[in-house]
């Protein structure tokens, strides 16, 4: 069976890839264990001279890779650069910081010299997602390569020339042979990869439902898993904030990539006070975003990456409408080719609906209304999911306060929820457990090892 490239704004079938063979795959594992080897022993700056030669590759083919992007998910051609940008920041990032973030940390006990060391674990399973088909790979690479472990790429079915990219990147930037390799295998292949022995940890960005597959294979096999499953992120507006502020950020958030980000905006819970100035604010600027051919710079909003994903996206749209929701802007599918979906008002959502409890993954804004920012924090916390949130208030210091007590495994105030390489990124409840990026991200994939030496 192989793996299709389809232009989600054309329905068109552009390029079509093998399977990778069984005899194939025992090959990649072999090569990873031999570079797996080879590589921990690499001090953490000969690590990063590899990184920083990725992520001269990556700039220098931006708009290449930006192009491959837009074709196999409908990117805006515009933020698929931008995404590109951000893999050659975690490359240098890395680098530069890998050996301080990889320090060994003195314990501190006087009868013995006693440390913490953070060594690499050997052979990591990535199994990655198609809506930020190179970012979300570099997310996890750039962190588990400095560690010192080894990399195998399980993208997503509908992105094999992303993947296929991303492995060439790590070739043409003179990487050990097997140190990154992408297979282009589905769910059985992965079951069996993730017992195979040879494999050392696992993670997984994806569905709810596919974590929990991941997790209770590797934990028959006992293997280290991080698991990032999407989220509803609530974007709270409280009635002293900044409304043109807190619009136009929350456009930003919810419509980029089409409203299919992990860490969208996709719950606007609103003090009732300010929801109507609030709402015109944003009608207005939404009303405004140009739709169409992603690639034209110009654009800022294109299809959905696939036209199964449209319907259930609709069908979420539907049941809210038929308990009561209104349709303050879109909410319909509209005529001709490609998997086009309006940028889209829900309002009036309430408990009971499916848009109410789960995850909205396009261009569709939920509207809650609460009574006071107590209500907004209960509104926010009532949902299976905790991946980021963000909560707009002209008071910092009262923001801050009330975003620690936001169940979610990253919390802005005033700002838009974001992935950062200096930061951890991860999310509680549904949203899964472990971190990637960061000091936290970088020391998932290690032996945190105690070294007692007596004098």
């Known amino acids: 069976m192989s793996f299709d490239s389809i232009n989600p704004a054309t329905d068109e079938r552009v390029a079509s890839f093998p399977e990778t063979r069984p005899d194939e795959i025992e090959a990649a594992l072999a090569r990873a264990t031999q570079a797996a080897g080879a590589w921990r022993v690499q001090s953490a700056r000969e690590r990063g001279a590899l990184l920083h030669k990725v992520g001269t590759i990556l700039r220098g083919g931006r708009d290449r890779y930006a192009d491959i992007i837009t074709l196999e998910v409908g990117k805006p051609v515009t933020e698929a ?4 940008e951000k893999c050659a920041w975690a490359c240098d990032y890395y680098a530069e910081h890998g050996e301080r973030l990889l320090g060994d940390e003195p314990a501190g006990i006087a009868e013995a010299d006693t440390r913490v060391a953070f060594l690499p674990l050997g052979v990591i399973l990535a199994i990655m997602p198609w809506n930020f088909p190179f970012w979300q790979v570099f997310r996890f690479a750039t962190a588990a390569l400095i560690a010192g472990n080894a990399a195998l790429l399980k993208h997503a079915a509908n992105v094999p020339q992303c993947a296929l990219a991303i492995a060439g990147v790590f ?4 990487a050990p042979e097997g140190l990154f390799q992408t297979l282009l ?3 059985p292949a992965v079951a069996r990869l993730i017992d195979d022995a040879r494999i050392h940890a696992v993670t997984l960005t994806g569905s709810e439902a596919a974590g929990r597959a991941v997790a209770a294979a590797a934990g028959r096999a006992l293997k280290k898993t991080v698991l990032e499953l999407g989220g509803s992120d609530a974007f709270i507006v409280l009635a002293d904030a900044d409304l043109d502020r807190a619009a136009e950020a929350a456009v930003a958030s919810r419509y980029q990539n089409a409203g299919q980000s992990c860490i969208a905006a996709k719950r606007l819970i609103l ?4 929801a109507e100035p609030f709402l015109e604010r944003l009608t207005r600027r939404v009303k405004d975003l140009k739709v169409g051919d992603p690639r034209d710079p110009d654009v800022v909003m294109g299809p959905l990456a696939r036209r199964d994903l449209r319907q ?4 979420q749209v539907s049941d809210a409408l038929s308990r009561g929701a209104t349709a303050r802007l879109g909410c319909q599918i509209p005529d001709g080719p490609g ?6 008002i829900l309002d009036h ?3 009971g609906m499916r848009a109410y409890g ?12 609460a009574r006071d920012s107590e209500h907004a924090l209960a509104l926010a916390n009532d949902n299976r999911y905790g991946l980021g949130a963000s909560l707009w208030t002209g008071d910092a210091r009262r923001g801050a306060a009330l975003a620690r007590r936001l169940e979610s495994g990253s919390s802005f105030v005033n700002t838009v929820v974001k992935s950062d390489p200096r930061l951890p990124f991860g999310g509680v409840k549904a949203s899964g457990y472990g971190r990637e990026l960061g000091l936290y991200g970088v020391r998932e994939f290690t032996n945190i090892k105690t070294l007692w030496v007596a004098p």
Do not use: D, K, M
């Open 81 to 84: 650069r931008a995404e590109i």
């Open 171 to 174: 070739h043409e930037a003179g």
């Open 358 to 369: 789960e995850e909205l993954f396009g261009p569709v804004a939920t509207i809650l209304r």
């Open 312 to 315: 259930a996206l609709h069908e």
């Open 185 to 187: 295998v589905r769910a």
């Open 271 to 274: 003090v009732e006070s300010v």
């Open 349 to 351: 959502v309430r408990a």
């Open 339 to 344: 998997n086009y979906y309006p940028p889209s």
